[in-house]
């Protein structure tokens, strides 16, 4: 008889399925629920996108892996102009179905084996990476608890999701010169990289040459426009970083199958090369942020980090789930800190990616 163990069976509880009765409850307010649980964008995608998406609808061959040149020319030419990368070529530039997508395979496809590192309060689909992969995952945020063991893969994350903290040059560079002097493959998260709130500690890309002085070697930036652009729908990611590494995850997705379809390469091209509408998202969510900030506030949180990214990272000093009640019987629902790693146990995460509406709902309800 064949054996076999479900891979289902050996990755960690979807940590939303947790939240149905606190849902619930916060749905049976007068005046519906404020979702402040998940970072999902609700305003609408830039029409210039939407336009080349729609023109590019008649394309019918299969799309390349690697993506088209003008992809290729566009991602590169955004990331030099945005976040101050260099050293850019074709063969350090990769589009994904997805950043999600693209982390959970990520560990499998480079083919990592034994120990991965991931932040200590981290996005739960790295965890999910490391264990499909059958890899043991440590939580570590400083390389001095690592002690003597040398792991394979390490996974940061900045600006953080969910706590929203921002690593400095001198972290990153410390991090990225220990990873090349021990050949381990560092993967950054760096998706919030454009949504920094705080002019005197920007978030900053590890493939900036103030951090890694040109060298490339091991590193893997992960970018999206997700929720810089609105296109968490469209699914259009990147990743970007060492050509050798690159090649090889191109190599393996092409026999996997994965290519980003034609029509999201040209909704990407527009968007990348757009940058007054990344901007005026960027607005949007700074007013939002404001009022948020404000009403936890003068509600008696503390709001920790949250330097940068979709989210406030807040506290009463209590257990989060006691947390979620409190909002939950407000007609709020927002995601509970245990979710992301056992030292969140005493914050909850609340997003930005509501309506202006809603957002003044969560401020009346608080006040």
Request: hydrophobic share 45%; proline share 7%; glycine share 8%.
């Amino acid at each position: 008889m064949t054996s076999r163990t479900p891979l289902v069976s050996v990755l960690p509880d979807f940590p939303w399925d947790s939240l149905a009765s606190a849902k619930a409850k916060a749905a049976s307010h007068p005046d519906g629920i404020v979702n402040l649980s998940v970072g999902t964008p609700v305003d609408p995608v830039a029409p210039s996108i939407q336009i080349a998406l729609a023109e590019a609808a008649g394309f019918s061959g299969y799309p390349q892996t690697i993506g088209t040149p003008e992809l290729r020319a566009a991602i590169r030419g955004a990331l030099e102009r945005r976040y101050n990368m260099t050293k850019l070529v074709d063969a350090s530039l990769l589009p994904v179905v997805g950043t999600k997508e693209a982390i959970a395979l990520l560990p499998f496809a480079l083919g990592i084996s034994g120990t991965v590192v991931i932040p200590e309060i981290a996005y739960p689909t790295y965890e999910v990476a490391v264990v499909a992969a059958g890899c043991t995952v440590l939580r570590s945020d400083s390389l001095f608890k690592l002690g003597p063991q040398i792991p394979s893969m390490m996974f940061i994350n900045s600006p953080s999701n969910p706590t929203g903290k921002v690593l400095g040059i001198p972290h990153l560079r410390k991090v990225v010169k220990w990873a090349q002097e021990n050949n381990v493959i560092l993967a950054a998260d760096e998706c919030y990289l454009g949504l920094g709130w705080d002019d005197e500690n920007p978030p900053i890309s590890i493939l900036d040459p103030r951090v890694c002085d040109g060298d490339h070697t091991n590193l893997i930036a992960i970018h999206s426009l997700s929720k810089t652009s609105n296109l968490a729908s469209y699914r259009a990611g990147y990743l970007v970083g060492d050509p050798a590494l690159i090649g090889e995850l191109t190599e393996v997705r092409k026999n996997l199958g994965l290519m980003v379809p034609f029509p999201i390469q040209q909704a990407m091209i527009a968007a990348l090369n757009d940058d007054d509408q990344e901007a005026g998202q960027k607005l949007t969510y700074a007013i939002r942020r404001a009022k948020l900030m404000r009403a936890l506030l003068e509600s008696g949180f503390q709001v920790d980090n949250s330097e940068a990214g979709l989210y406030l990272w807040a506290t009463r000093e209590e257990p989060c789930r006691d947390t979620v009640d409190w909002f939950a019987e407000r007609g709020i629902l927002v995601a509970p800190g245990d979710f992301y790693g056992p030292r969140g146990a005493q914050h909850v995460r609340v997003a930005m990616t509501e309506t202006d509406e809603r957002v003044d709902a969560f401020v009346s309800r608080l006040s």
